[in-house]
């Protein structure tokens, strides 16, 4: 019943929005000062480098798993490239980080994350080389940990599962774009009104647009959830193994 | 059958959201240029230069449409090899 009040207090607030236009994505290469772009990518260091043994641990201890590693990866590649309108009027893009986090942790995530990112910066110029390390961050850690946390939490409590991923998945797409507010905020605070007004700018681009394609990326990892607990459900010893 | 039925369902849930926008906000432009956030950078400070550009940039709209459609392909082949993948180990697992 509470997820339902929260799924409604989130349509009225997605209806009540007057219509602007403005865009949420990645930071532009170049739009992030020098010691700021630095200053982001030490802060993932830490992070990435988890996730790297993290995923050895796994490959080493059950190479079934690599096919659901490539699954998570997948899923990341499928709706970072998903560019979705939103009714603000605006077009912004899902993150997809959801699925592999509650798989595997935020630590595998972040790099997963990474690596999307990375290829996106060269190939697309989408983001940046030097904002990488700002992207790597809002998208492939400071999501996934809201992911982490909403899932943990919500797995203890007697909420239905699917509500549980639901949740967790949309809090983390939206979580990606306040982190990326904030960034924008820090870096360029307002000549007139500093870092709030900056801040409440950059929120009102960033994190209001992103309400129903957050949404639209809790149902679709929940339908991945769904696949895999059926065949799970259903299949032999192999598939018990991978998932 | 009965997840089908309510993955069908979901994601045509995720369509409406997707196309709602288009029905009920008309006038807007939906735009996809980066320009919107850079302007707003420089209107909180103008003085602001970008002091790195990209090496190379998709020389047109519709050759970065078609990039990213690239990217959405590869991923969803992964996903369908996935998924084709479990269900042949399925029906093996019955025979």
Request: charged letters at 15%.
């Amino acid at each position: 019943m509470k997820m339902k009040k929260v799924l409604l207090f989130f349509s009225i607030l997605v209806i009540g929005l007057s219509p602007q236009v403005v865009e949420g994505m990645h930071i532009m290469e170049g739009f992030l000062p020098i010691q700021w772009a630095i200053g982001w990518f030490i802060v993932t260091i830490p992070f990435l480098i988890v996730g790297m043994k993290k995923i050895k641990e796994i490959l080493v201890e059950n190479p079934n798993k690599k096919v659901l590693l490539g699954l998570a990866a997948a899923f990341v590649f499928v709706l970072s490239a998903l560019k979705m309108p939103s009714i603000t009027g605006s077009s912004s893009h899902l993150t997809g980080t959801g699925l592999g986090t509650i798989l595997f942790g935020p630590g595998v995530m972040s790099v997963i994350g990474s690596i999307v990112l990375l290829f996106q910066a060269i190939l697309l110029a989408h983001g940046g080389l030097t904002t990488l390390g700002a992207n790597i961050f809002s998208m492939a850690i400071a999501g996934p940990l809201v992911v982490f946390t909403v899932y943990t939490l919500g797995k203890k409590s007697k909420i239905n599962k699917k509500w549980v991923i639901f949740m967790a998945a949309s809090l983390g797409n939206l979580a990606t774009y306040v982190v990326t507010a904030f960034q924008l905020a820090l870096a360029h605070p307002d000549v007139t009104s500093g870092f709030i007004g900056a801040l409440s700018k950059f929120l009102t681009i960033f994190a209001l647009t992103q309400i129903p394609l957050a949404i639209a990326e809790g149902i679709l990892t929940v339908i991945v959830f769904n696949l895999l607990e059926e065949y799970k459900k259903e299949g032999g010893e192999i598939i018990e193994d991978i998932i | 059958m009965k997840t089908l039925y309510k993955n069908i369902l979901l994601f045509l849930l995720v369509i409406f959201i997707a196309v709602s926008p288009l029905v009920f906000n008309k006038e807007a432009e939906f735009n996809g240029a980066d320009g919107e956030a850079e302007a707003m950078i420089g209107e909180v400070s103008p003085d602001y230069e970008p002091w790195f550009s990209g090496f190379w940039q998709p020389p047109s709209g519709e050759v970065e449409s078609a990039l990213f459609v690239l990217q959405a392909v590869l991923g969803s082949a992964f996903i369908f090899y996935f998924f084709g993948y479990l269900k042949g180990k399925r029906e093996k697992a019955y025979d």
